[in-house]
């Protein structure tokens, strides 16, 4: 299951501030649809996305019926990436 999407970085400034990218609303939908089918624990969702020439992987943390996409620094900083940044996000959910 492969998804290309745009949005907005964000800062959580919960006890480890941390950056994500909350996944549009239509994807988190079809991603919902093969949850079961991908989640290892905690409803958290792995999969393997790019961010212009960086290519990471990580898990979709599940956020008020939707899913926000972490960004580490080892993800951002190559790019220059910081809250309020636009960025494209390609990313394909693992499924086990």
């Not at 790019?50 to 899913?67: C, H, K």
């Amino acid at each position: 299951m492969e998804f290309a999407f745009s949005g907005r970085v964000i800062e959580w400034r919960g006890p480890s501030p941390y950056h994500f990218v909350p996944v549009p609303d239509e994807e988190a939908a079809d991603i919902r649809e093969v949850a079961a089918l991908a989640s290892y624990g905690w409803g958290v969702i792995p999969v393997e996305a790019r961010i212009g020439e960086v290519a990471f992987r990580t898990s979709l943390f599940p956020r008020n019926n939707g899913y926000l996409l972490p960004l580490k620094d080892a993800v951002r900083k190559p790019s220059g990436l910081s809250a309020g940044d636009d960025v494209t996000v390609r990313m394909s959910v693992r499924l086990r």
